[in-house]
Structure formats: structure tokens, C-alpha cells
């Protein structure tokens, strides 16, 4: 029977092959389901953004101006952003690495929604208390949230799964967007009014458990920001913790575009966020006096909430003697859209952006300065090995292929000249450093070339 099976099964397969080979190429319907799930190559005629030479006049970030005039980015309206092709691709890598990270820490993804009841807002005292909450009312009058932020979802949803002490500790977590009603929005996508947020909830039967996971945490924020290239200017720095604990901590990246001020201790690296300065007069860590100004933005954030949500939806347990306790949180947020931003902010020059390997949309940019035929060869040969790689095929003068290319900031240029297939050879250049080295044309080459990079 099941050799039967496995005939239909193979003449099935040769049925569609033959197929395929009479229209030439195989229907992207019957293409693998791989495919559409990790698409690794790009013909830039195909991509339907364009460059441009100007950002919108009202938009003065760095960010933004770099990221829409390369095609990243387009701006709906102050703090709202549609994310192009490009731009979400950078975004999904920065997803797949917190994602990774959290993962690693037993966090368990989930997904909440953004609309939200009021009453569980009016529980928690955060729909008078929170102005930057966007309020919305149905036909029927019946009001609601529009999620800045998801306590008042996650700890209810945690009433219907805790039943006792031995449920705990587990940490759950998303990528979701939230809306808040910012003022300021001139910071690009570093402060939107809709942004993309990684937010991680724990849950602890004690203090103690709390804070263990909590460093935790530290270490696998710590190697988010690292893989996402931010490791040189990411500090850990100590803020205000509210009203329910001492303090909090931020995740704070060095770039004249941060909102924040900061003080560096000059001796460990640790920082003190200006809003609570007066209150430390030394390093919390090694107990030196000595710290550097800098201005910085907050890519994450990490609270011990204590029992500050727990308590209003009393969310308790009952621990191993049989009395009732008060379960205690953490939070711990990423902005995704803010991470992207502070990179640019970060990894730019005076041409465009200079993305980190890890988190950009493409490894590779063909540049083919009217050698297409050549230049697909190696473009295939890459594609097909599935290192990341965007072609230019475009019919336009190089000037614009190299200012376009520098703009869009991909690692290597790979650059397929006449003189250079004269020499059979290609250019490969380091958009970064700027150096240059010349390689094979030999396809199988320059494949092992870039699998050792
Ligand atoms: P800020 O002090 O910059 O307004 P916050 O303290 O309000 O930020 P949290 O509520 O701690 O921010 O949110 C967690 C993370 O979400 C922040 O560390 C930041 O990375 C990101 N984030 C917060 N607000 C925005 C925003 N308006 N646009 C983009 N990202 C944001
Ligand atoms: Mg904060």
C-alpha cells in the first residue's frame, strides 16, 4: 500500500516538473512555501519605492530624512508611518533577534489586541491618570483604549491561568503596536504616535524570584542591543521607578538625536538618567563621583512592577503553606521602530546609512553598471546559495546606482564594471570602511567569498 502510494506520490512530482519545464519557469503558486516565507533576493527594478533627493520639509530627524528618502520609511502624518519593503525587512531582523533573546529567557509570545475596556483602564486609575491614552467610542457610546501599553490586558487574561503557586514564574511577551498621544513628535520613528513594541510581562510569587529574572533580563537586553550594533553606545542607566519601586532601569544609546540627557560614570560605564541626578552622587556599581554628559535615547526599558497591576485585578495565588499572596511583575519594553531609528542615528554618514550586517534588509548590493548579463550570473549564484542580495539592474548612469547604494546603506557593494570583467574580476566594497578588494569573477568564488564574511 504504501509503496503504491509513494509511485502516485513520485509520478506526481514528475507530472509537475514536466509542467514547470514547459512554461519555463515554475508558477509561483507550486513555488516552495519556503520561499514566500524567507524571500532572499531583489531585483531593484522590481522594488516599486524609489529614491529621492529630498525628505519631507517638515521632517527634520536624521532618521526619518535618511529612511524615507532611501525608500524605508513613508510618512502618514506626524509620528505615523507606513514601513516600506525595505524598512519592514530591517524591522522583521530586529523582531527575529529580540524574539531569539527572549526565547532564550523562556519568555512565550502571545498577542494581545489593541482595543481595550475601559473599566479595566478605570481599575488600574490609568484612564484619568494617562494623558498620552487615545480614547475611542463606538456608535453605541461605549467607550475604549487604544493599547499605549498592556498591563491592563495581560493581568486579567493571567486571572483565568494562575491557580496556584506552582504555575509560577513564566514570563509571556509580543510584538504589538501601541498607540500613545506623544506631543513631541519630531523625532521621527524614535517617537512615534503608532509604534511597533516588544513588551515582556513576569510573573513571580516573590521578590526575590522577581529580581532574579529581572538580571536575567539585563543580560539578554544587553545582547539585543549587541547584535543589532549598538553594543559601543548602549549603557545600562538607572531611572526612576515610580511610585511602587526605587528605581527602574533604561537602556540608553548614545546619539546627539536622544531626547534624554545621561550621566556616564567615567570609571564602569554605568549611567544615571538626569531626572533622578540628585539623588546619586556616586556610581550605584564601583562608587565613583566622576561622570560624562551625554545625550541619549531610551531603546528599552525594564520595571519591577511589584504588585502594582496585580493588586487592583487581585491577582493572587495561594503559596506552598496555603496563604493567600499578591503575585509581583516585571515589565520589560523594546521599541522596535525606536531601535531602527537610534541605529541610523548611530550608523550614518554624510551619504546615507551604514547598516550593521545583522539587522539589514539585504547583505549584498549588485551594482551593475551596464553588465546585466554578467551581473545576474553572480546575482543567481548568491541568490540560490540564500545569501541576501539586492541587484541593481536598473538602466540608469552609475552616479545615481553608487548614490542610491550609498543611501540605502547594504554592507558590501558588489560592483560589475566592464573594466572590471576586462580583469575577470569584481569589486567588492565595504560600505562602512570604504576599503575595497577586488575578487573572482568566478561565481563559486565570490559565493565562498561572502559565506566567510
Ligand atoms: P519615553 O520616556 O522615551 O517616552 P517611555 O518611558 O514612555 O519612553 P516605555 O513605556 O518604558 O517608554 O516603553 C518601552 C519602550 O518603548 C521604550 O524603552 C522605547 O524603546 C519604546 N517607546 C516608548 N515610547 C515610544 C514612542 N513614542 N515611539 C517609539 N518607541 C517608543
Ligand atoms: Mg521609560
Not at 515554475?26 to 531585483?43: C, E, G, S
Not at 498577542?111 to 480614547?135: A, C, H, I, V
Request: with cysteine; hydrophobic share 35%.
Amino acid at each position: 500500500m504504501l509503496s503504491t502510494l509513494r509511485g502516485q506520490l513520485s509520478r506526481d512530482k514528475q507530472c509537475r516538473k514536466r509542467r514547470h519545464t514547459d512554461i519555463g519557469e515554475a508558477p509561483l503558486f507550486l513555488a516552495k512555501r519556503r520561499k514566500y516565507i524567507k524571500l532572499n533576493h531583489m531585483k531593484q527594478s522590481q522594488l516599486f519605492t524609489k529614491t529621492t533627493k529630498d525628505a519631507p520639509k517638515d521632517e527634520v530627524s536624521v532618521n526619518a530624512q535618511l529612511l524615507i528618502r532611501a525608500g524605508f520609511i513613508d510618512k502618514e502624518m506626524a509620528g505615523v508611518y507606513t514601513l516600506l519593503p525595505l524598512g519592514l525587512r530591517t524591522l522583521n531582523k530586529i523582531e527575529n533577534i529580540i524574539r531569539e533573546e527572549i526565547n532564550a529567557i523562556g519568555g512565550q509570545e502571545l498577542f494581545m489586541p489593541s482595543l481595550q475596556p475601559k473599566e479595566n483602564w478605570l481599575k488600574t486609575g490609568r484612564w484619568d491618570s494617562m494623558d498620552d491614552l487615545y480614547k475611542v467610542k463606538d456608535a453605541s457610546g461605549r467607550e475604549m483604549a487604544l493599547g499605549p501599553t498592556h498591563e491592563e490586558v495581560v493581568v486579567p487574561l493571567m486571572q483565568r491561568f494562575i491557580n496556584s503557586y506552582k504555575d509560577l514564574p513564566f514570563a509571556v511577551y509580543q510584538f504589538q503596536n501601541k498607540f500613545r498621544m506623544e506631543l513631541r513628535a519630531k523625532s521621527g520613528i524614535l517617537r512615534g504616535r503608532e509604534f511597533m513594541m516588544k513588551d515582556l510581562y513576569s510573573f513571580h510569587l516573590d521578590e526575590e524570584d522577581l529580581d532574579a529574572y529581572y538580571e536575567k533580563s539585563k543580560v539578554a537586553y544587553f545582547k539585543i542591543f549587541e547584535r543589532a550594533g549598538l553594543k559601543d553606545v548602549t549603557h545600562l542607566a538607572f531611572a526612576s521607578g515610580g511610585t511602587f519601586s526605587k528605581y527602574s532601569h533604561e537602556f540608553q544609546a548614545i546619539t546627539p538625536a536622544g531626547e534624554d540627557t545621561i550621566y556616564v560614570c567615567s570609571k564602569c560605564g554605568l549611567a544615571i538618567n538626569k531626572e533622578i541626578k540628585n539623588e546619586i552622587t556616586e556610581c550605584p556599581e564601583c562608587k565613583n563621583t566622576n561622570f560624562i554628559e551625554e545625550k541619549a535615547i531610551e531603546v528599552g526599558n525594564i520595571f519591577k512592577l511589584m504588585n502594582k497591576y496585580t493588586k487592583p485585578f487581585n491577582l493572587t495565588v495561594r503559596d506552598d503553606k496555603g496563604a493567600t499572596k499578591e503575585i509581583v511583575m516585571g515589565c520589560y519594553g523594546i521599541g522596535l521602530g525606536r531601535l531602527m531609528g537610534a541605529i541610523v542615528e548611530v550608523h550614518h554618514d554624510a551619504k546615507g546609512m551604514l547598516w550593521p550586517e545583522a539587522v539589514a534588509p539585504f547583505k549584498i548590493h549588485i551594482l551593475s553598471l551596464n553588465q546585466n548579463d554578467r551581473a545576474e550570473v553572480i546575482y543567481d549564484a548568491l541568490a540560490k546559495k540564500g545569501i541576501e542580495v539586492l541587484f541593481d539592474d536598473r538602466d540608469m548612469n552609475p552616479g545615481g546606482k553608487f548614490a542610491d547604494a550609498d543611501l540605502i546603506g547594504l554592507p558590501y557593494q558588489l560592483i560589475v564594471s566592464e573594466k572590471n570583467l576586462k580583469d575577470n574580476q569584481v569589486e567588492v566594497k565595504n560600505r562602512k570602511t570604504g576599503a575595497v578588494e577586488y575578487i573572482s569573477l568566478d561565481s563559486s568564488e565570490i559565493v565562498k567569498y561572502f559565506r566567510n564574511k
